[in-house]
């Protein structure tokens, strides 16, 4: 099975999953991407947040960068919305969906919404978009110590694929390994991912 996106508008697809709505990204979502994007686990470990990071850069990410995939045909940055409080929460991306590693995801929770399982929930939506649409694999790159991510990729049905070594630099221009995850459309689905 190929790639069959004949029956969506990247332009405005949104995904539903259990409390999230992942919806496209609006001028609205500013200031809540700057508050949450001052956090140090963000700057950490998301190297394409600059830092420090202004309002004027949430501004430009929810306006310009998050639609340059969907515009492209390629992928789609979300934000996700809690459908209780109906506040953004967390952005995650599907990106390159034809990638040769296989369509990749990324995400950031903002600090005030973690330890609630978000990022797996989303993930595991996004897979079932993407695999649904044809794609037959989807990939995470994840810093080695970032446990949490490593263990939100486990939570959402990925496995543990390899190394790859020095394939990422650092803010301060080091390079540093990438764990590589991966699911396939043919793999045995996750058990359902419980909220907390
Ligand atoms: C990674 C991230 C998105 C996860 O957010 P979340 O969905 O709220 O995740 P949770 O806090 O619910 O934790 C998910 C799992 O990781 C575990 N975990 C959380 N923090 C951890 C830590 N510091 N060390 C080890 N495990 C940790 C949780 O216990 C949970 O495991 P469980 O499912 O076995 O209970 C969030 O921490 C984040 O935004 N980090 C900064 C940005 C980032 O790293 N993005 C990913 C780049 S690859």
Do not use: K
Not at 40 to 52: D, L, N
Not at 95 to 107: D, V
């Amino acid at each position: 099975m190929a790639l069959d996106l004949s029956d969506v508008d990247l332009l405005t697809e949104s995904v539903h999953t259990r409390r999230l709505l992942l919806r496209p990204f609006c001028a609205e979502d500013a200031a809540a991407v700057h508050q949450a994007c001052q956090d140090e686990e963000i700057q950490r470990w998301v190297v394409a947040v600059p830092s420090p990071y202004t309002l004027d850069d949430a501004r430009h990410f929810v306006t310009v960068l998050a639609w340059r995939e969907r515009r492209a045909g390629t992928g789609m940055q979300f934000a996700a919305v809690d459908l209780e409080s109906g506040g953004v929460v967390a952005s995650v991306g599907l990106m390159n969906l034809t990638g040769s590693i296989g369509a990749e995801i990324g995400y950031w929770v903002a600090p005030w919404a973690r330890g609630l399982g978000y990022a797996a929930e989303a993930t595991g939506a996004l897979c079932g978009w993407a695999f649904g649409h044809g794609v037959h694999r989807v990939a995470l790159l994840i810093a080695p110590a970032n446990a949490a991510s490593c263990r939100t990729a486990e939570r959402a049905g990925f496995r543990r694929e390899g190394v790859l070594r020095e394939a990422e630099v650092d803010r301060q221009g080091q390079p540093h390994d990438w764990v590589l995850y991966g699911r396939l459309s043919t793999d045995e689905p996750p058990p359902d991912i419980q909220p907390r």
